[in-house]
């Protein structure tokens, strides 16, 4: 079983920083991929970003392109999402999740789940 523990949320204003993480248990983490997602109030969640079990590919919903970045830290088994010049609009809960199979593609199938962090960007 794996554990996902998401930190960093919190309140920033539109334009600054802001740093998640993500903690992983177990140790098959450099095998899988890994992805953050979001979900808003009253709305769908949806992919944000995904990295490779390597590092070597990553993916991106492109309202977040050029802003957030994603990485990760096999040998401290974190994945980060680095948002930079954030909008009212991420305002959301940010869920980490793992992909067994390695890939997280935006179409990938996520097999475990954190609780989730709130994001909340002021205009």
């Known amino acids: 079983q794996v554990q996902l523990v998401e930190s960093g949320g919190g309140l920033v204003q539109a334009g600054g920083s802001l740093r998640l993480s993500c903690a992983a248990s177990?140790?098959?983490?450099?095998?899988?991929?890994m992805a953050w997602f979001r979900q808003a109030l009253g709305k769908e969640r949806e992919f944000v970003a995904g990295i490779s079990w390597s590092g070597g590919f990553t993916y991106y919903v492109d309202s977040v392109k050029g802003r957030f970045t994603i990485s990760r830290d096999n040998a401290k088994n974190t994945v980060s999402l680095q948002m930079n010049s954030p909008e009212p609009e991420d305002t959301a809960v940010y869920y980490c999740a793992a992909d067994v199979r390695g890939r997280a593609r935006p179409q990938s199938v996520y097999d475990y789940w954190g609780r989730g962090t709130q994001v909340t960007v002021s205009s």
């Open positions: 177990g140790r098959s983490f450099s095998s899988y991929g």
